[in-house]
């Protein structure tokens, strides 16, 4: 096994357990930020090894996946810290990588199905539309940003929580449903895999849902109690 790949599966693997412990975690202590924070380091590794993996390999959507994730929890994080130039110059280049990968996904999406194909890589056709969707709008939302010179409250914190609960979900799901070879044999069920797999989705909606309905909540990777506010 190549060291590149490696550390990519390692990444992964702890990337879905801190990933999993920040969410349920109580929100604001110690464990969940910490766990946040470890998060985003191990999302970042798992994603941009995903990157180049895949080029060498030439796996286009895998590409697509890797950046989509690295920009996803990138801008989760920098959204929940105080602006800053530098942090205002990396959300302008997370904006144009997000809108690249989206129309990535859809160029994908419109071949595969010129080809008379449903599937590309793995990938069905409807997946590489959701995650152009996703990408394509976090976008639009960072121009929204940008041009409104910031975000603040519910806001704030529901742009944070949507996307870090999104990288999970796609982290979450490639590897218990789209590496089921890897997994023991014994534990190959698909009701069960499916579970880990989809559980970051009804979790997101369930804390934008709190958000919304009593306010703001504590950020998992602030470094202060303020950051998040």
């Known amino acids: 096994m190549q060291p590149t790949t490696q550390i990519h599966i390692g990444a992964g693997a702890a990337a879905i357990v801190l990933g999993f412990v920040a969410l349920f975690a109580a929100k604001g202590a110690r464990l969940h930020r910490t766990s946040g924070r470890f998060f985003v380091f191990a999302m970042v590794v798992m994603g941009l090894s995903a990157a180049v993996m895949a080029a060498l390999a030439g796996i286009q959507t895998s590409i697509a996946s890797g950046l989509l994730v690295t920009y996803l929890v990138i801008t989760a994080l920098t959204t929940v810290r105080s602006p800053t130039p530098g942090v205002r110059w990396l959300e302008i280049g997370g904006m144009f990588v997000a809108l690249l990968v989206g ?44 041009r409104s010179g910031g975000i603040r409250g519910k806001l704030r914190v529901a742009r944070h929580l949507w996307r870090m ?12 449903l789209g590496q089921v070879d890897e997994i023991p044999e014994a ?23 709190r958000v919304r309905r009593r306010g703001v909540v504590p950020s998992p990777v602030a470094a202060r109690p303020a950051e998040a506010v």
């Open 103 to 146: 129309v990535g996904y859809f160029v994908l999406a419109a071949r595969t199905l010129a080809e008379g194909e449903f599937v590309r890589d793995g990938a069905p056709v409807p997946i590489l539309f959701l995650f152009g969707t996703v990408a394509l709008s976090a976008s639009a939302g960072d121009f929204r940003v940008l």
């Open 165 to 176: 609960c999104f990288a999970l979900f796609i982290t979450s799901a490639s590897f218990f």
């Open 187 to 209: 534990l190959r069920i698909p009701p069960l895999l499916a579970i880990p797999a989809l559980l970051p989705l009804p979790l997101m909606f369930y804390w934008l849902h």
